[in-house]
């Protein structure tokens, strides 16, 4: 069973653009969450999507907004980047919604801000 | 602010000791969840604990909750070069949010 898939690996932009980052969920699996990780602040939520809708945000600025598909895939865009935006940016997918679930990261894509 | 207060931030250890990670909080999580993070990977799940004071056991690996459900250890006897990596508590609140802790950096030296 493949594992969950984030693409791209690693990303190099400029400040002021725009960047979409994606995620295919394991098989079946209907949640994805997205996480940003820094050294400086660790591991921090963005957002959570089940079945296309938005179900838990973060403390995140509006610069930052995500989607689901019908086949569970996920998106998430940043745009006017800054260079506080230079993260590590982990999906992670589940089977459901229930608190204790068991999360299924990805590898994340490695985004820098120039 | 975070939550979840690990500690300690960083550790260095011979192969063969033993060790302990903290995981605190003011907050009262309905369960915790710990992860170990190796470089250029997310997180993987070692252990989810639900029921105050519960306690774990994975190998070599030893988790407990605290009986009010507000802080974790992770307890590992006789640790090995292969135990290296970030370890990371994470807590789900009443919003099913999951809120993690900032980590503790592992090196086992052979």
């Known amino acids: 069973k493949a594992g969950v898939t984030q693409t791209p690996r690693y990303l190099i932009k400029t400040r002021g653009q725009q960047v979409t980052l994606s995620c295919s969920p394991i098989?079946?699996?209907?949640?994805v969450s997205w996480y940003q990780q820094t050294p400086g602040q660790g591991l921090q939520f963005l957002f959570e999507y089940f079945s296309e809708t938005q179900r838990n945000k973060g403390n995140f600025p509006g610069r930052f907004s995500g989607r689901q598909f019908s086949n569970s895939r996920s998106e998430m865009n940043v745009s006017t980047l800054e260079l506080g935006d230079s993260a590590l940016y982990l999906c992670a997918s589940s089977l459901k919604r229930e608190v204790g679930e068991k999360l299924f990261f990805g590898s994340g894509t490695q985004l820098s801000v120039l | 602010t975070q939550l979840l207060e690990q500690s300690p931030q960083f550790l260095s250890i011979q192969e063969g000791e033993n060790l302990t990670v903290y995981c605190n909080s003011s907050s009262v999580f309905s369960s915790l969840q710990w992860y170990r993070q190796e470089p250029g990977e997310g997180p993987v799940l070692l252990v989810t604990v639900v029921t105050g004071g519960e306690v774990k056991k994975l190998k070599r690996l030893t988790f407990q909750f605290g009986d009010a459900r507000k802080d974790s250890s992770l307890h590992i006897t006789a640790a090995q070069p292969g135990d290296t990596g970030l370890y990371l508590c994470?807590?789900?609140?009443?919003?099913?949010?999951?809120?993690f802790g900032g980590g503790t950096r592992l090196m086992v030296k052979p």
């Open positions: 994470a807590g789900y609140n009443a919003g099913n949010m999951l809120t």
């Open positions: 098989s079946g699996h209907r949640s």
